[in-house]
């Protein structure tokens, strides 16, 4: 799909005929020559950037299984003296870097649900029935994406103070579904635009009813969009900082925080103390489901993040 | 047919349009409202002053500093950004030379791009720990440790004059790869026709890629640097983590983001972090327009 390599280019020559034969014939010491340097040289960026790109991470890993001491020999890149998981039962536990985790997962587990209903049931509405006040709604919903977060932050904080949901599960995942309906609304209603509407009125001809056609019919044809929105949506808000940070606040939060701003107060009170080790091994911890995830979804993710900028 | 239609749209559409009046709307609404009250977030908000935030935003050198070190981020991270993944991306697909006309990609380029994409997926807040560590001002830094023992511990973030550079290399770090993929997706677009005639033409890669590619990918491109340029004015994981005393050394790296978080939460001015939020709304607007608009050409729609 993304990739022009499929053409095998051997067959091309023949059938460019006699005179595209000569002419690249003609000229094919030079272009061998030019090939082959600029071959060599894409390899050498390339090669340089995946270690820009994984360097870091690498050096995390390494990192968490050296003791303080270690850490502070320099030589970064060498292999730890011994591989002791000691670092990682004290993230575990101390750094309380399971319980974040889980805080994490669930919340996102419950809040991605919720903006895929809401906002395909939003959007399925909004793209495919006439009624009165319809493009004031939609545009209502997509003036959303021009607004930065940080303008709201304010009076957001006050809101959910006066509604009693600061610090709280429940608060944390209605904003979660509040900020992320406007591009989920926007990118899916064009989706349900593209739809043919044949199916939809022999489903109508049938007898089926409005809601059973939009969860039988018009959901499972949605099919690769919602795929892609989903995607976009559990890793914006598996990354979302500022929102927890500003909602996970005042007395009892300290056990409902995010893995995001977990990894953060572990950071903070590592540096009090000079003490790396347990910081390191929070990161892996953290990173490493990641990597798994994208390990096997790669091709989903890599197309579900982008279709936004895509259009 | 049109039995149950409207009960059934106000069934469908209530809950979402609850929420995001409630959580969304309403809190923008109220953010222009407060930016004319000079308001702590506590009792009632009576102070009118008008335009009172706004003037004490020009004498503010804060202020001014935070601006400049997002307009700072604002040039240079799209710039630098593009720059970077259009040279990767069309390496990877181009790069591999051509066989009997056909250019084809570099050997390996889904592994390159898979490596490159995955930073994307780190939460910023992540990237900022990481990379708070990476540039530690002594021998436990990344960097530090891989400089000869005989130089004396170079202290980034803790550098006034190259903090922001510090913050602006992370920025660039994670977004790259997500632009090779995007453009790459794009590139895979062009017709192969068009490079195998401009490859009979006798046409060097250098050409191909300033000819053909960056014309045809030019819409991608003007998406992209509006992206780049709204990170550019967010950037508030990575300077309240990663920064020396947050926004630090001595506000050599603060930014809007950072200040209308502080002064909401912490120096109780929530009518003055409104008033700023108002003014960063204004700016990432004017930004986007201008971007489409100077960036425009006469072929393609923006």
């Known amino acids: ?311 | 047919m049109r039995h149950g239609k409207y009960p059934f749209i106000i069934g469908f559409l209530v809950v979402p349009v609850a929420l995001y009046v409630t959580f969304v709307v309403w809190a923008y609404i109220q953010a222009f409202y407060l930016s004319v009250y000079e308001w702590s977030g506590l009792g009632p908000v009576t102070n009118f002053v008008g335009l009172g935030n706004f003037r004490k935003m020009l004498d503010d050198t804060t202020f001014w500093q935070s601006l400049k070190h997002n307009v700072f981020l604002l040039v240079l991270l799209p710039i630098i950004t593009v720059i970077l993944a259009l040279v990767f991306a069309f390496l990877l697909n181009v790069g591999g030379g051509s066989k009997g006309g056909v250019t084809r990609g570099v050997w390996g380029s889904k592994v390159y791009r898979i490596i490159f994409f995955f930073p994307q997926l780190l939460a910023l807040a992540i990237v900022a720990v990481i990379f708070g560590r990476v540039f530690g001002p002594d021998k436990s830094g990344m960097l530090n440790g891989l400089f000869p023992d005989s130089w004396s511990p170079w202290l980034f973030l803790a550098d006034e004059r190259y903090a922001m550079a510090c913050i602006l290399i992370v920025l660039v770090w994670q977004a790259v790869g997500f632009y090779v993929v995007l453009f790459s997706a794009g590139m895979g677009n062009i017709p192969t026709e068009v490079y195998e005639a401009a490859a009979i033409d006798g046409a060097t890669r250098v050409t191909l890629f300033f000819k053909i590619t960056i014309p045809l990918l030019w819409n991608t491109i003007q998406v992209a640097w509006v992206y780049l340029g709204i990170a550019a004015f967010d950037a508030f994981a990575l300077v309240n983590i990663m920064t020396v005393d947050r926004g630090g050394p001595d506000g050599a790296t603060s930014v809007l983001s950072l200040m209308i978080y502080r002064n909401a939460f912490e120096f109780s001015q929530a009518g003055y972090a409104s008033a700023l939020g108002v003014v960063l709304f204004f700016l990432t607007l004017t930004f986007a327009a201008l971007t489409l608009r100077v960036t425009r050409r006469e072929s393609l729609e923006a």
């Open chain 1, 1 to 311: 799909m993304t990739n022009i390599t499929s053409t095998p280019g051997t067959d091309a020559v023949p059938t460019a005929g006699p005179v595209g034969a000569s002419k690249s014939a003609g000229r094919k010491p030079d272009s061998r020559r030019e090939f082959k340097a600029f071959n060599g040289l894409a390899h050498v960026a390339l090669i340089v950037w995946a270690l820009v790109t994984a360097g870091p991470l690498l050096w995390v890993l390494l990192a968490s299984f050296k003791s303080n001491t270690e850490i502070f020999l320099g030589k970064p890149f060498a292999l730890p003296a011994s591989f002791s998981f000691s670092t990682y039962a004290d993230a575990w536990t101390d750094a309380h870097i399971g319980r974040y985790f889980i805080n994490s997962v669930f919340v996102v587990l419950i809040s991605t649900a919720g903006t895929m209903l809401f906002g395909s049931m939003a959007a399925y509405v909004l793209a495919r029935y006439k009624f009165f006040g319809n493009r004031a709604i939609y545009y209502l919903f997509v003036s959303g994406l021009a607004f930065p977060t940080f303008m709201a932050l304010a009076p957001l904080f006050y809101i959910l103070k006066g509604m009693g949901l600061l610090g709280s599960f429940t608060g944390l995942i209605l904003v979660y579904i509040a900020y992320s309906l406007p591009f989920t609304i926007f990118f899916l209603a064009a989706f349900f635009k593209s739809l043919p509407y044949e199916i939809e009125e022999a489903a109508t001809v049938d007898g089926a009813s409005h809601v059973r056609k939009f969860f039988q019919i018009m959901m499972p044809m949605a099919r690769s969009g919602l795929v892609s929105i989903t995607i976009f949506n559990i890793v914006g808000q598996w990354n979302q900082y500022l929102l927890p940070v500003v909602i996970m606040s005042g007395p009892g939060a300290d056990q409902k925080l995010l893995l995001t701003q977990g990894i953060a107060q572990i950071s903070v009170s590592a540096g009090y103390q000079a003490e790396w080790s347990t910081l390191f091994a929070a990161l892996v911890l953290t990173i490493l489901p990641m990597i798994i995830v994208y390990g096997i979804f790669q091709r989903q993710i890599q197309s579900g993040l982008t279709a936004g900028a895509v259009k």
